[in-house]
T-cell receptor
Framework: EDKVVQSPLSLVVHEGDTVTLNCSYE??????LLWYKQEKKAPTFLFML????IEKKSGRLSSILDKKELFSILNITATQTGDSAVYLC???????????FGTGTRLQVTL | GAVVSQHPSRVICKSGTSVKIECRSL??????MFWYRQFPKQSLMLMAT?????????EQGVEKDKFLINHASLTLSTLTVTSAHPEDSSFYIC?????????????FGPGTRLTVL
């Protein structure tokens, strides 16, 4: 059974802090690893990672994949209150491009 | 970017009734749509994969007779929760994959919150 595990489950930080969110996966027919941000409604896309060791960046967010260790991290630097959300990672697998989601990390950024 | 809509955004119904949720791709054609369910403080769980013009593929543990999926056109898929019960109360989200996009690209709808009394 495909499995995606995220840690920590929740995190409270002060504005300005840097956070690292973790995602490990055990899936068959791995194609890519995706990160999403979910506020009150549906997830919004952040990154898609297919190759090991290549960092993707978007502003204060960055992410990298390690296909040998079956692991990915999402970094957020200089956090802001608007970063408060649930961050989901998902493994894209198989020919049908199914997404298996992790449990999510609930991030709260306080003033 | 590609836009996916869902209707209704929120529905409250009595136990035993059926509820239909629509998922539309507004500015692209979606050969494949996915239906997810999310319980409070839990992650998205894939329920079924819906391909236009063919029967949906359901994930293990999802009752196909209870969750009827119809994907009659390239822009519309519907999920009908039949004889809904309080334990079906959840957040239902669809996503759509564009016909000619890379197979990693899925666009999510805003979700439908179902409450069964």
């Amino acid at each position: 059974e495909d499995k995606v595990v995220q840690s920590p489950l929740s995190l409270v930080v002060h504005e300005g802090d840097t956070v690292t969110l973790n995602c490990s996966y055990e899936v068959t027919n791995f194609r890519s690893l995706l990160w999403y941000k979910q506020e009150k409604k549906a997830p919004t896309f952040l990154f898609m990672l297919t190759s090991s060791g290549i960092e993707k960046k978007s502003g204060r967010l960055s992410s990298i994949l390690d296909k040998k260790e079956l692991f990915s991290i999402l970094n957020i630097t200089a956090t802001q209150t608007g970063d408060s959300a649930v961050y989901l990672c998902a493994a894209n697998t198989g020919t049908a491009s199914k997404l298996t989601f992790g449990t999510g990390t609930r991030l709260q950024v306080t003033l | 970017g590609a836009v996916v809509s869902q209707h209704p955004s929120r529905v409250i119904c009595k136990s035993g009734t059926s509820v239909k949720i629509e998922c539309r791709s507004l500015d692209f054609q979606a050969t494949t749509m996915f239906w997810y369910r999310q319980f409070p403080k839990q992650s998205l769980m894939l329920m079924a994969t819906s391909n236009e013009g063919s029967k949906a593929t359901y994930e293990q543990g999802v009752e196909k007779d209870k969750f009827l999926i119809n994907h009659a056109s390239l822009t519309l898929s519907t999920l009908t929760v039949t004889s809904a019960h309080p334990e079906d109360s959840s957040f239902y989200i669809c996503s759509a994959r564009e016909a000619r996009a890379s197979d990693n690209e899925q666009f999510f709808g805003p979700g439908t919150r179902l409450t069964v009394l």
